[in-house]
């Protein structure tokens, strides 16, 4: 199985400023055949069910705000929040959908400082 | 618009089975793979397997295999899971998700939360 690896687990960032949390993954997550990441990021408020942030490790879903953006590639990524606002407090989860069985890190909570 | 719409709450005694319905609508019920994931309290989301709607075949999480079942019902586009054999450990929030083709989930059920206690 791929373990997923997120750091930190929590993050405090004051309004406006940026929120940086990485996710590795223990095999490479890149299929070399179509030069595609298969990370995907994840948004869970309490409550309520995960949403789609980002897929192929740096595609924005439509309708997710652009300070939202996805990088990386092979085993190390990364989720950028580049003006933390409000109603970004909430929980953020990376996932791998490379190989069965699918898995996802253990969460980055990020709220306000 | 796209909709994925879950069962209530269940509340079950040990050693009994638990099956959560998910009715999609808003797209072409056997064109998504439906993918199911739990989330315990406190714990990251988990990985029960997929549904094909478009001829049934399955695939389940080893962990769960031969204690999940999932069916589909096209006609009523809508898919099921049924855990047996609960034990308090399956006490979660359970979810169906929808899949874009081998890839990222786009769409998610509001979740069932089910509930094991004697």
């Known amino acids: 199985d791929i373990v997923m690896t997120q750091s930190p687990d929590s993050l405090a960032v004051s309004l406006g400023e940026r929120a940086t949390i990485n996710c590795k993954s223990s095999?490479?997550?890149?299929?070399?055949?179509?030069?595609?990441?298969?990370l995907a990021w994840y948004q869970q408020k309490p409550g309520q069910p995960p949403k789609l942030l980002t897929y192929w490790a740096s595609a924005r879903e439509p309708g997710v705000p652009d300070r939202f953006s996805g990088s990386g590639s092979g085993r190390d990524f990364t989720l950028t929040i580049s003006s933390l606002q409000a109603d970004d407090v909430a929980v953020y989860y990376c996932?791998?959908?490379?190989?069965?069985?699918?898995?996802f890190g253990q969460g980055t909570n990020v709220e306000i400082k | 618009q796209v909709q994925l719409v879950q069962s209530g709450a269940e509340v079950k005694k040990p050693g009994a089975s638990v099956k959560v319905s998910c009715k999609a609508s808003?797209?072409?019920?056997?064109?998504?793979?439906i993918h199911w994931v739990r989330q315990a309290p406190g714990q990251r989301l988990e990985w029960l397997g997929w549904i094909n709607p478009g001829n049934g075949n399955t695939k389940y999480s080893q962990k769960f295999q031969g204690r999940v079942t999932f069916t589909k019902d096209t006609s009523a586009s809508t898919a099921y899971m049924e855990l047996s054999s609960l034990t308090s450990e399956d006490t979660a929030g359970y979810f169906c998700?929808?899949?874009?083709?081998?890839?990222?989930?786009?769409?998610w059920g509001q979740g069932t939360l089910v509930t094991v206690s004697s």
């Open positions: 998700a929808r899949e874009v083709g081998w890839s990222h989930f786009d769409y």
């Open positions: 996932h791998q959908y490379y190989s069965d069985p699918r898995t």
């Open positions: 808003g797209y072409t019920f056997t064109t998504y793979f």
């Open positions: 095999q490479s997550v890149l299929y070399r055949s179509n030069k595609k990441n298969y």
